[in-house]
């Protein structure tokens, strides 16, 4: 069954040698690029320029993050880990 497939599919991601692949868990899109965030609890941001692809670990949770939702206006970001319910992440 097509859909049972697609419920199990995970998303992975290895950009670099020196970061391990990890799971992702999560998705948000930003002016500032495609942020993403997953089982090592880092909170990456994806920017796809002409000439390169930039990745930028932002912050760390020591945690798996499970979500992240960007606030209305785009300044902040909440994100939540398996064990606390939310923190807030502000951009600059």
Known sequence: NMMSNLSQSKITMSV???LKPCTVNTM???PKGLF????DGTLYCI????EKVEVEECWSA????????F???YESLLIATD???QTQFQLH
Do not use: C, E, W
């Open 16 to 18: 670099y040698p020196a």
């Open 36 to 39: 993403t965030a997953g089982t």
């Open 83 to 85: 064990k606390v319910n």
């Open 62 to 69: 020591a945690l798996p993050i499970r979500n992240i939702g």
């Open 47 to 50: 920017k796809v320029k002409p």
């Open 71 to 73: 606030s209305r206006n």
């Open 28 to 30: 948000a899109i930003h």
